[in-house]
């Protein structure tokens, strides 16, 4: 199994971005998606989390402006975020939690897709 983060890059603050984060390998279901964003120095930290029953989570400093969704029949996740703000500027990870590969369950992450928000 493997996951795929892309959608990242360079915009202007109060700009937007999608970032979509799509699985592929060996898969029977995917029980939760997440995205987490990590600056170098920090620790990386939840953005963005959703469940098998479309229950969503959020970090306090999202305050409405990021949106998670994701898409069962494609194995795919993806954030929506907007008003994005120079602080915004991480490196941005998907995980997608508790992938039934048919011969166990575990955690898989992608490798990182780069958003930069400048002023």
């Known amino acids: 199994v493997q996951l795929q983060a892309f959608g990242g890059g360079s915009v202007q603050a109060g700009g937007s971005l999608r970032l979509s984060c799509a699985a592929s390998?060996?898969?029977?279901?995917?029980?939760?998606w997440g995205w987490y964003r990590q600056v170098p120095g920090n620790q990386r930290e939840l953005v963005a989390g959703?469940?098998?029953?479309?229950?969503?989570n959020y970090g306090d400093f999202v305050k409405g402006r990021f949106t998670i969704s994701r898409d069962d029949f494609r194995f795919a996740a993806y954030l929506e975020m907007s008003t994005l703000k120079p602080e915004d500027t991480a490196t941005y990870y998907c995980r997608a939690g508790r992938v039934n590969y048919g011969s166990g369950i575990r955690d898989y992450w992608g490798q990182g897709t780069l958003v930069t928000v400048s002023s």
């Open positions: 390998g060996s898969i029977f279901s995917i029980m939760s």
């Open positions: 959703i469940d098998n029953g479309d229950s969503t």
